[in-house]
């Protein structure tokens, strides 16, 4: 049986980036877990490293799924943006939220309930 394709994006998965906008967003819908998470990660990490300073949104309202690989990618982009003086604000969906609860990491993020404009 031949191995899947490890750049498949399962349906319903989709990262979109509004880096014109006087503040960054990226928004995420769908499944975080071990196959996706990579493309937040890249996606985060470069919009960190192109901002020289301020502040970029994660809109993760309509993640419906958010593993460990997922926070762990989270936590990751946390520290760089605060290398790179940064505020990384997260905007979780209750899923979201139920792992960073359920985690203890809340202290380590910066969380928003309120939606980004």
């Given at each position: ?6 750049n ?29 998470s990579?493309?937040?990660q890249?996606?985060l ?11 970029v ?12 690989s ?10 760089q ?37």
């Open positions: 049986m031949p191995a899947a394709d490890q498949t994006t399962p349906p319903g998965f989709s990262i979109t980036l509004d880096a014109d906008a006087s503040v960054p967003r990226v928004v995420v819908t769908g499944e975080l877990d071990l196959l996706t990579p493309q937040l890249e996606t990490g470069a919009l960190i490293t192109d901002k020289p300073s301020g502040r949104v994660a809109d993760l309202t309509g993640v419906t799924f958010f593993d460990s997922a926070l762990n990618v989270v936590l990751q982009a946390q520290r943006a605060a290398e790179k003086a940064v505020e990384l604000e997260l905007v979780p969906s209750p899923q979201v939220s139920r792992v960073i609860e359920l985690t203890g990491v809340a202290e380590h993020l910066s969380v928003s309930e309120e939606p980004p404009a």
